[in-house]
């Protein structure tokens, strides 16, 4: 049985230039695009609420209600409402009063719909937002440690 090895003089130059350059060029396209798509959120809206408008309204009543005292400075609820009055800032919203009055009233629809489980609601809530900011690209100092 004789063995038969392949040498870089049994390929022409310009194809081994051009066939290394493409598979580069396609590694780097899809680095970037899996890179970018990390950042992207999930599809839909979170707890129904309609808009993304009315979803930063709900996660901002969520974190300013979560503790009834109020958060401490510096606390993830503060972080997390800081986010999203950004959020509401950033999207514009020429009704942000609107906005943020249908996602308290979601929530209060939400928390009615607990049945006593409401501390349970909020803990599931504050998850939730709190993965969908990150998604946005948040960066939670208070997480972070």
């Known amino acids: 049985m004789t063995r038969t090895y392949v040498t870089d003089e049994d390929l022409p130059a310009p194809l081994l230039w051009t066939g290394g350059g493409l598979l580069v060029v396609v590694v780097a396209g899809l680095f970037w695009a899996v890179w970018k ?4 959120a999930p599809p ?23 503790l009834p005292t109020g958060a401490p400075v510096g606390s993830l609820q503060d972080e997390a409402a800081q986010f999203w009055i ?26 009615r719909a607990s049945r006593g489980r ?28």
């Not at 609420?49 to 969520?62: I, M, S």
């Not at 950004?86 to 928390?111: H, T």
């Open 37 to 40: 798509s990390q950042f992207a």
């Open 86 to 111: 950004g959020r509401l800032r950033r999207l514009d919203v020429s009704g942000m009063g609107r906005a943020i009055a249908a996602g308290r009233g979601k929530l209060g629809a939400d928390l």
């Open 44 to 66: 839909g809206y979170l707890f129904d609420t309609a808009t993304e408008a009315v979803e930063a309204g709900y996660c901002l009543a969520v974190a300013q209600e979560y």
């Open 118 to 145: 409401e501390r349970a609601w909020f803990d599931f809530a504050l998850d939730r937002c709190t993965r969908r900011a990150m998604n946005y690209g948040a960066r939670f100092g208070s997480l972070e440690g």
